[in-house]
Nanobody, 121 residues
Framework: QVQLVESGGGLVQPGGSLRLSCAAS????????MGWYRQAPGKQRELVAT???????NYADSVKGRFTISRDNAKNTVYLQMNSLKPEDTAVYYC???????????????WGQGTQVTVSS
């Protein structure tokens, strides 16, 4: 199994910045990508950003140019640097990991517990 623990959420003013962290532990082999999702009140959960093992990144249009996803393989941690935050960024942010065990043709997805990000003046 893979365990994901998010941290770094909090309350910031519009235009401010936050850096979210997601630490992975357990059977972390064969994780082909990790990502960040968010769910705002009254809205569906949406993808924010992903990063593959090769380092390729992808962002939702709503955060492109403001958010940056990165990784630290030595720490088994993925980050989400959020700049120029807007009130509409307010949501619970969830870390996600996708694991593919090719020898057994098995795919698993894991989720963190979520961390609250509130952007308000």
């Amino acid at each position: 199994q893979v365990q994901l623990v998010e941290s770094g959420g909090g309350l910031v003013q519009p235009g401010g910045s936050l850096r979210l962290s997601c630490a992975a532990s357990g059977s972390i082999v064969s994780i082909n990508f990790m990502g960040w999702y968010r769910q705002a009140p009254g809205k569906q959960r949406e993808l924010v950003a992903t990063i593959t093992r090769s380092g390729s990144t992808n962002y939702a249009d709503s955060v492109k140019g403001r958010f940056t996803i990165s990784r630290d393989n030595a720490k088994n941690t993925v980050y989400l640097q959020m700049n120029s935050l807007k009130p509409e960024d307010t949501a619970v942010y969830y870390c996600n990991a996708d694991q593919y065990l090719g020898s057994w043709n098995r795919r698993y997805q894991y989720w963190g517990q979520g961390t609250q990000v509130t952007v308000s003046s």
